[in-house]
């Protein structure tokens, strides 16, 4: 089974230096291939996809003025073309919205593929880095399980994440239990269950919104391209992840003990993308984060031997 770990590092400011470098670059060669495709499509009304942008991207790093292409590994570069292609994959599908450019203050991230990392008594070593990533283990991958690709993000607040992806063919459930249980989703309570148990929403967003809107109106004040403004931008960052990390450490032990408790696992199956369409509970349902409720219960389930349905919702009032 596929897992993946997320872990918190502290880069060397060598490290650093050539992860952001990286990051430009994966950012530079996306940017570039979604103008070329869109461009191509505009003007010709010719598709372009990854075996031609990849030939392109041969030909950019040929070029003098583009010539730092070559001073990071290519893999993360040929990962961004691949992530490109997926998706226009998605988009016309009809499952997502035409790509966007990405933008430097978002961070970004790089993906690394075997050839580009090596993976040596339990340590992480990335492509043109002569050290280790000081990972901070929160928690080990398990024994004989070789991490397949890896991918390194920087955060807006500045933090550093780094993403192991690898097969675990042991599948350790939980012992069984008779019990089976139906959630309800909202926002008053995050869940009810079909027992009558009411889970209280914590509401993260709003704990912290004076805060924020006080950071972000001083944000605002300060001169685009100057020094403050860029720590006003990082501490905004910091408070949205603040938000982020405690939703997310709620959630994670709110659906584990859920998995834990029950055999059987029903939910409503929400169109949450609808739902937030309306302007005076949109705020309010992002920060209930249903999407990732039923997203965590799922792969959870499916790790520990659990059942997980997802049902209509009329059905489930029923």
Same mark, same amino acid.
């Given at each position: 089974?596929?897992?993946?770990?997320?872990?918190?590092?502290?880069?060397?400011?060598? *490290?650093?230096?050539?992860?952001?470098?990286?990051?430009?670059?994966?950012?530079?060669?996306?940017?570039?291939?979604? !103008?070329?495709?869109? *461009?191509?499509?505009?003007?010709?009304?010719?598709?372009?996809?990854?075996?031609?942008?990849?030939?392109?991207?041969?030909?950019?790093?040929? *070029?003098?003025?583009?010539?730092?292409?070559? $001073?990071?590994?290519?893999?993360?570069?040929?990962?961004?073309?691949?992530?490109?292609?997926?998706?226009?994959?998605?988009?016309?599908?009809?499952?997502?919205?035409?790509?966007?450019?990405?933008?430097?203050?978002?961070?970004?991230?790089?993906?690394?593929?075997?050839?580009?990392?090596?993976?040596?008594?339990?340590?992480?070593?990335?492509?043109?880095?002569?050290?280790?990533?000081?990972?901070?283990?929160? @928690?080990?991958?398990?024994?004989?399980?070789?991490?397949?690709?890896?991918?390194?993000?920087?955060?807006?607040?500045?933090?550093? !994440?780094?993403?192991?992806?690898?097969?675990?063919?042991?599948?350790?459930?939980?012992?069984?239990?008779?019990?089976?249980?139906?959630?309800?989703?909202?926002?008053?309570?995050?869940?009810?269950?079909?027992?009558?148990?009411?889970?209280?929403?914590?509401?993260?967003?709003?704990? #912290?919104?004076?805060?924020?809107?006080? /950071?972000?109106?001083?944000?605002?004040?300060?001169?685009?391209?100057?020094?403050?403004?860029?720590? /006003? @931008?990082?501490?905004?960052?910091?408070? #949205? /992840?603040?938000?982020?990390?405690?939703?997310?450490? !709620?959630? !994670?032990?709110?659906?584990?003990?859920?998995?834990? $408790?029950? *055999?059987?696992?029903?939910?409503?199956?929400?169109?949450?993308?609808?739902?937030?369409?309306?302007?005076?509970?949109?705020?309010?349902?992002?920060?209930?984060?249903?999407?990732?409720?039923?997203?965590?219960?799922?792969?959870?389930?499916?790790?520990?031997?659990?059942?997980?349905?997802?049902?209509?919702?009329?059905?489930?009032?029923?």
């Amino acid at each position: 089974m596929e897992k993946a770990y997320s872990y918190r590092f502290y880069p060397t400011p060598e *490290q650093e230096s050539l992860l952001r470098r990286t990051l430009g670059c994966v950012r530079l060669v996306y940017n570039k291939a979604l !103008h070329e495709r869109t *461009q191509s499509w505009y003007k010709r009304q010719e598709r372009v996809g990854y075996t031609q942008t990849s030939s392109m991207l041969t030909d950019w790093k040929k *070029q003098e003025e583009l010539n730092f292409l070559n $001073e990071v590994s290519c893999v993360p570069l040929q990962q961004g073309l691949r992530h490109l292609q997926t998706a226009f994959t998605n988009f016309f599908a009809g499952r997502t919205k035409y790509p966007n450019f990405k933008k430097k203050h978002q961070g970004g991230s790089a993906e690394f593929t075997k050839s580009a990392f090596k993976f040596k008594e339990k340590q992480i070593y990335l492509a043109k880095c002569s050290e280790p990533l000081a990972i901070r283990w929160s @928690r080990q991958i398990p024994d004989k399980c070789e991490p397949s690709t890896v991918t390194v993000r920087l955060h807006p607040s500045g933090r550093w !994440h780094i993403s192991i992806k690898f097969d675990d063919p042991i599948i350790q459930p939980l012992p069984a239990t008779d019990k089976a249980i139906g959630i309800d989703l909202g926002i008053s309570s995050l869940v009810i269950t079909s027992d009558g148990d009411k889970i209280s929403n914590p509401q993260h967003y709003k704990k #912290h919104y004076r805060r924020l809107r006080q /950071a972000q109106k001083s944000l605002a004040r300060k001169q685009k391209g100057s020094k403050n403004r860029e720590k /006003a @931008r990082i501490k905004v960052a910091k408070i #949205h /992840a603040q938000i982020t990390d405690s939703r997310k450490d !709620h959630l !994670h032990k709110l659906t584990t003990q859920l998995v834990r $408790e029950n *055999q059987t696992i029903v939910a409503e199956n929400l169109a949450v993308k609808n739902l937030v369409k309306n302007p005076k509970l949109s705020q309010a349902i992002s920060d209930a984060s249903w999407g990732e409720i039923t997203r965590q219960l799922a792969y959870k389930c499916r790790w520990y031997g659990r059942n997980y349905i997802e049902i209509d919702r009329v059905r489930l009032r029923r």
